[in-house]
Nanobody, 118 residues
Framework: VQLVDSGGGLVQPGGSLKLSCAGT????????LNWVRQAPGKGREWVAS????????DYADSVKGRFTISRDNAKNTAYLQMNNLKPEDTATYYC????????????RGQGTQVTVSS
């Protein structure tokens, strides 16, 4: 299983970013996909999950209404659209394959850094 995260960067408060997660070497469409994040000096936080077909999504209260998780199984890729970003969203973001709402995953990407600052 390989997952490669990308799309992070520096953005001003109120801005937007779209993260991508490309999967290889496994049956991508058979797994729930998740995004988790870890801010400096803090524990890992679950952010969002999407079911194998994309029919069901779930979000942490801290991002609900601002972030949207999606997937394109034909492209073996998942996404996290992040709008109205806040400084407290600053973290390393990881995509991961497995059960929803977890913080520890065996199969996860290498992480992509998101920094929200003016």
């Amino acid at each position: 299983v390989q997952l490669v995260d990308s799309g992070g960067g520096l953005v001003q408060p109120g801005g937007s970013l779209k993260l991508s997660c490309a999967g290889t070497d496994f049956i991508f469409s058979a797994y729930y996909l998740n995004w988790v994040r870890q801010a400096p000096g803090k524990g890992r936080e679950w952010v969002a999950s999407i079911s194998d077909t994309g029919k069901y999504t779930d979000y942490a209260d801290s991002v609900k209404g601002r972030f949207t998780i999606s997937r394109d199984n034909a492209k073996n890729t998942a996404y996290l659209q992040m709008n109205n970003l806040k400084p407290e969203d600053t973290a390393t973001y990881y995509c991961a394959a497995g059960v929803p709402r977890a913080t520890e995953y065996t199969f996860r990407g290498q992480g992509t850094q998101v920094t929200v600052s003016s």
